[in-house]
């Protein structure tokens, strides 16, 4: 075998060596992608106003063509999000406790889910902090997760700025 065919070949493996233990290690794994938080004086029903309204959803996230929901905003409801430049991506609502917070589960290729936990928080007298923490889940969240993390680091803080500016107008 040609010394290039050799190297070739060696590298291949040791890839798919290293993306098969990646895989391996990320099926029991959640990992941190990214946290935004911002203080409010909105009411916790006027956030969640914008939370639970799935279609409008473009008023406040940019990075959306169009969001739809299958039924109430409950936990176990399921729908779809288009986002700009990507194909749809099914999500869950996994959690939901109105008014205070809620989870939905974004369905990622091989196996790896992404979950948006939304929450907001008493702070004070007419003082809320609005949250938005994003994992990874499964075989390549460790994989996914930095290159997540760069795409959100330039779009969360501004779609979250966003909804509360709507919220404290509403």
Known sequence: MRRSAKIFLGVGVGVVTVAAGLAAVGTWRTTHVLTVSRPTTAS?????ELWA???NRTRWDDGLEGARIDGP???GASGEVKLRDQPPRRFEVIECQPMR???DRF???LGTTMDWHHSVEERGPNQRQVTFRVVANGPTSLVLAPVLRRILEGELPQTVDKLINLAEHS
């Open 44 to 48: 916790p029903a006027a956030i969640w």
């Open 53 to 55: 309204d799935v279609a």
């Open 73 to 75: 905003f409950q936990q």
């Open 101 to 103: 917070r809620y989870t």
């Open 107 to 109: 369905f990622l290729p």
